[in-house]
Antibody
């Protein structure tokens, strides 16, 4: 059974650096075909993908936020950490981490976020 | 960067009716890179469809996905009360990675 849970501060001030931890169970991030991503959702708005780390430590970032994001993993602790610098009110959102499965079939790769954490609301306010 | 547009913005239907949700991409998307998610208020998204037409584990067969190129469709053959919520399409691309559409809200008529 795969589970993920986000943890971190709920309230931040502008210009601070956000550090979120995703603690997971039921899989290993050293297994081929696996990744963990971060997705956020401002109140009442759509989902926005932020970053992804693959089992082999390959990392991907949203181009619009790349300069502010860092993703890392600690395989021994079953954790993925996301940092976002220079937080602003527009960064107020629920932040989700999600398990990514990708597999190769009939000469094609298939990707999907198949398990999600419950999300954690981060509010940025002075 | 590929932009996803979903229509309609809101779909008001009654239980038992058929729902057809559209996802249009600004550029061609390989069908194996297209997924659909359902989100209910206060909950995390749930994967419904990946590879444009493959149902995720445990998803009822009233949910089906189709399409190719720039036009994709999620169909719910007969709406159940628990199907109301917001539906997002999502695509994967080498750059920038993953993109979500703005969502279609399915609510009770």
């Amino acid at each position: 059974q795969i589970t993920l849970k986000e943890s971190g501060p709920t309230l931040m001030k502008p210009t601070q650096t956000l550090t979120l931890t995703c603690t997971f169970s039921g899989f290993s991030l050293s297994t081929s075909g696996v990744g963990v991503g971060w997705i956020r959702q401002p109140p009442g708005k759509a989902l926005e993908w932020l970053a992804l780390i693959y089992w082999d430590d390959d990392k991907r970032y949203s181009p619009s936020l790349k300069s502010r994001l860092t993703i890392s993993k600690d395989t021994s602790k079953n954790q993925v950490v996301l940092t976002m610098t220079n937080m602003d009110a527009v960064d107020t959102a629920t932040y989700y981490c999600a398990h990514l499965t990708y597999h190769y079939n009939s000469a094609r790769y298939y990707y999907r976020f198949d398990y999600w954490g419950q999300g954690t609301l981060v509010t940025v306010s002075s | 960067e590929i932009v996803l547009t979903q229509s309609p913005g809101t779909l008001s239907l009654s239980p038992g009716e058929r729902a057809t949700l559209s996802c249009r991409a600004s550029q061609t998307v390989s069908s194996n890179y297209l997924a659909w998610y359902q989100q209910k208020p206060g909950q995390a998204p749930r994967l419904l469809i990946y590879g444009a037409s493959s149902r995720a584990t445990g998803i009822p067969d009233r949910f089906s996905g189709s399409g190719s190129g720039t036009d994709f469709t999620l169909t719910i053959s007969r709406l159940e009360p628990e199907d109301f919520g917001v539906y997002y399409c999502q695509q994967y691309g080498t750059s920038p990675g993953f993109t979500f559409g703005p969502g279609t809200k399915v609510d009770i008529k």
